[in-house]
């Protein structure tokens, strides 16, 4: 069993930052996405970012390290798009197990690398599991409200191989993450459960949230207190709120949780909200700063960042985070 649970006791928990973000800084380009391997690919693959693990490795492990070094804890592997339903875009659904396995075995060695240099502060990897384009909830049709694009089973058969593949590569924990729609959450917890109860394994998991649209609920309707009671059933390490919303804009939604749940809290929040370029614009000490006003109120147990954060954004929240203690959990 890993020893996050002592961890997460002693100190506020550091996530890492935008994986995206980092990858774009190296601007590469179709050619560089093939590598050998893909040449002769029959479709553009230019921004699978999880083909990188194995076309890119060593600029996929850079990041990592990038962000173990500036004080991340757990960093999260290159797999938000790690399944055969996402991977559908580019003709990829039979690499799905390769490109999570691969993942998970270039953030493990990251990890390990630096737990070996600072054995009082062990490195955690997060599988990363993200919601996949297709929502189980609601029709993308318009005209046909009764439309269901994907069924409950087909994520939860999609999301058990990328759960199996990336025990296999090394994750400590699973993060199902950027959740829109709670009904694709709990495939991919179901999956989840299924895999642990087969391998007779525990695995802390930790699921993140995201809140739309300034009424403070989810794509699929939830208010904040709606998708915790939704997924408290299960025994999650956390529950939290990630992405669309820059720190200050998600402080509302953590203090509507905190005081209901004994899982620990999460928050990766955006560095801001995007200018007209679709950029983000937050330095890292204004986003620390808000943070900073998570922590006096001893809301959080692990912090990180989303879109548009690097590792300068995740120094100033590290260094800030060092300075607060934990909020307080029975686990």
């Known amino acids: 069993m890993s020893n996050i649970y002592t961890e997460i006791q002693k100190r506020i928990l550091v996530l890492d930052g935008a994986m ?14 093939r590598g050998e391997r893909f040449k002769e690919y029959p479709i553009p693959l230019q921004g699978n ?28 592997t290159n797999t938000f798009s790690g399944t055969t339903i996402a991977m559908a875009d580019y003709q990829m659904e039979d690499l799905v197990y390769e490109l999570n396995y691969e993942s998970a075995k270039i953030a493990k060695e990251a990890a390990d690398e630096f737990t070996a240099k600072e054995p009082n502060k062990p490195r955690f990897v997060a599988g990363s599991i993200g919601p996949t384009n297709r929502t189980a909830s609601m029709s993308p049709d318009v005209n046909d409200p009764g439309y269901r694009a994907v069924t409950f089973d087909e994520l939860r058969i999609a999301y058990k191989q990328q759960t199996e593949a990336l025990l296999d590569g090394g994750a400590d924990l699973l993060l199902v993450e950027t959740v829109f729609d709670t009904l694709n959450a709990k495939a991919a917890l179901f999956a989840i459960e299924e895999v642990k109860e087969e391998r007779q394994i525990d695995v802390p998991i930790m699921v993140s949230g995201t809140i739309t649209d300034a009424s403070g609920r989810t794509l699929s309707g939830q208010t904040a207190e709606a998708f915790l009671v939704s997924i408290s059933h ?15 804009l998600l402080q509302p939604h953590l203090e509507a949780i905190a005081p209901k749940t004994e899982f620990a809290i999460s928050a990766h929040p955006n560095a801001g909200l995007p200018n007209a370029f679709g950029e983000y614009d937050e330095t890292p000490e204004e986003m620390a700063q808000q943070i900073e006003e998570y922590l006096k109120k001893e809301l959080i147990n692990i912090i990180g960042g989303c879109c548009g954060t ?15 203690q934990p909020r307080k959990i029975t686990v």
Do not use: R, W
């Open 20 to 33: 995206g973000t980092m990858l774009q800084e190296y601007k590469f380009t179709e050619e560089d996405f």
């Open 310 to 324: 690097t590792p300068k954004h995740i120094t100033a929240i590290a260094e800030v985070a060092a300075k607060y």
């Open 234 to 248: 299960l025994p999650l390490l956390s529950v939290g709120f990630n992405c669309a919303l820059g720190a200050n």
């Open 49 to 76: 970012n999880d083909l990188l693990s194995i076309t890119q490795p060593e600029a996929v492990k850079e990041v990592h390290k990038k962000y173990f070094a500036a004080g991340a804890d757990i960093v999260e």
